[in-house]
């Protein structure tokens, strides 16, 4: 005898897929952010208030936290995947709050608020301050109206 296998696709996980966009999200726009303006153009450390050396140390707690969201992420997307309950929409909205959400909080907490760091020290910032923090507005916006499109398709009858 075989055995028999359900017919109908399992429940997709929307909480899962809207949390693997975010962690897959965070990790990405912190890796991002760590490789491009720590160590390739040289603008800031994560810790700027202090020596050089322990702005390294603090890139390098920085980096290490992008590469546990994202092998988190992925850890929890290949589960999804193997059950087959992946939502795609639910995954993009999560990344784009991931990105936006945290473009933002670097934007004005780090930066504006505690004072870790700037953009980029020598130049005249308000440039860099109002493009940083409109594009992760934008982002982080159009992460709620995919998760609102998201929801609607999910509450929706089939």
């Not at 075989?2 to 990405?28: Q, Y």
């Amino acid at each position: 005898m075989s055995p028999t296998r359900p017919s109908a696709r399992p429940t997709v996980d929307v909480r899962r897929s809207t949390l693997v966009g975010v962690l897959l999200g965070l990790g990405t726009v912190a890796f991002v952010d760590e490789a491009v303006f720590h160590q390739i153009l040289h603008w800031h450390h994560f810790y700027d208030r202090s020596t050089p050396d322990w702005g390294l140390v603090s890139d390098g707690l920085f980096h290490a936290f992008s590469v546990a969201c994202l092998v988190g992420g992925f850890f929890l997307f290949s589960d999804l995947r193997r059950r087959d309950a992946v939502s795609k929409l639910h995954q993009a909205a999560g990344y784009c709050l991931g990105v936006g959400g945290f473009q933002l909080y670097d934007g004005l907490v780090q930066h504006k608020w505690w004072g870790l760091h700037q953009i980029r020290y020598g130049v005249e910032i308000t440039p860099y301050d109002v493009a940083w923090n409109v594009v992760a507005g934008a982002v982080l916006v159009l992460g709620v109206v995919l998760l609102l499109r998201a929801r609607r398709r999910t509450a929706a009858p089939a």
